[in-house]
């Protein structure tokens, strides 16, 4: 359907590559997301973040920050012959500098096709399998030429939050890391041994540790990551308008419940479920070698929006609590948090604080 992009593969090169998925784990400490970013349709600029500096990459480092994530796309306008899926030269070369900025400041970096306007989120079915596998990889063959001689510092993941609800549909989302990861090693180079990730079906933690209990094969050991996400409970965390399967919740934690609005309280997702879920994972993967990203969570204040708490401090008090409780629950199992951010919490125009509690509490998890 697609040419071969694989057009000059290199002999395996291990040079900067020695650590194993594990050892590569352990390096890494606290990480975070440059979200609506480089996903974004209209470009790196198109909703309303600035494009990306090395003095940006610097400044997070110096807040505490040592992985950064970065999503992803590449079909979505990026595409300069849509029937070949080649990808825009000058993009590719724009994403690859990105990436020099965090290597050159001893900053691990994800870097995913993310949602991409669902060509493959959306198509995790049989009819599609074929077009898919293809897209994944056409896509992956020239984003892991050009990205082949950075070392070990790159990750490359092969989605975002891929649904898959049933054994039918996780088999088929496997074929789709599978062709990832056949993509990524048949370019050579460090490519060979590069720590790849796959992600859960829609990166869930029960449906993880449900429907995931085969990873796809490679041709070298140890070298896989698995990617789940974090936003229980999403009443509180981000959801902005009450909705038909439920309310916000404005206060979570066991002490950060309202006497003022206790309509608001949570009812579901306190930290017993955390704990559990956590447990899980580590259980599933980390115990047996398989390294687990937690490469999104996040809680998020609504002081500025019309959804203004009633007891706004117990609020504030609680957004707190939850940054700061899962990102050390989430280290204490074995997972490594990557807490996703659209420009509130740090301002990437003038490298400054924005939100100064939200990363207190991110660091004081962290220790």
């Keep these: 359907m697609y040419p071969s992009y694989n057009t000059s593969p290199k002999t395996p090169d291990a040079t900067g590559m020695g650590s194993n998925a594990v ?84 900053m691990y970096v994800l870097l995913n096709i993310h949602w991409d306007n669902g060509w493959l989120d959306a198509n995790i079915n049989n009819l599609k399998k074929d077009s898919v596998n293809a897209k994944q990889k056409a896509l992956w063959e020239q984003i892991a030429t050009t990205m082949r001689d950075f070392d070990e510092h790159l990750m490359f993941a092969s989605a ?36 790849l990730v796959v992600q859960g079906p829609g990166t869930d933690f029960d449906k ?85 990203l937690m490469g999104e969570y996040g809680a998020y204040r609504r002081g500025n929006s019309q959804n203004v708490p009633l007891d706004l401090n117990t609020h504030n008090d609680a957004v707190d609590y939850w940054n700061r409780y899962v990102t050390k629950q989430a280290i204490q199992h074995g997972l490594k948090p990557f807490f996703w951010d659209t420009g509130a919490a740090l301002d990437r125009r003038n490298n400054r604080v924005l939100d100064q509690r939200t990363i207190d509490a991110i660091l004081a998890g962290s220790r």
């Design 23 to 106: 050892q590569l784990a352990a390096k890494m400490h606290l990480g975070w997301n440059i979200g609506n970013t480089m996903e974004s349709p209209g470009g790196e600029t198109g909703w309303g973040n600035p494009q990306i500096t090395e003095s940006y990459v610097r400044f997070l480092k110096q807040t505490g920050f040592n992985a950064v994530r970065l999503p992803c796309a590449w079909d979505w306008h990026h595409l300069s012959d849509r029937s070949k899926a080649k990808i825009d030269p000058a993009w590719l070369s724009r994403v690859k500098e990105v990436v020099q900025y965090c290597v050159n400041n001893d």
């Design 160 to 195: 975002n939050e891929p649904p898959a609800e049933n054994a039918e549909q996780m088999e088929i989302l496997n074929s789709y890391h599978q062709t990832f990861i056949n993509a990524v090693r048949s370019t050579g180079g460090r490519n060979s041994y590069r720590v």
């Design 208 to 292: 993880t540790d449900r429907l995931m209990n085969t990873l796809p094969t490679d041709q070298i050991s140890n070298r896989m990551m698995v990617e789940v996400h974090n936003y229980t409970p999403a009443q509180f965390t981000i959801l902005d308008q009450d909705a038909s399967w439920g309310k916000m919740f404005y206060y979570w934690g066991a002490s950060h419940h309202s006497t003022i609005q206790p309509d608001r309280n949570p009812t579901w997702g306190g930290e017993s479920e955390h704990i559990r879920v956590f447990g899980l994972m580590k259980a599933k993967f980390i115990d047996k070698g398989i390294p687990v």
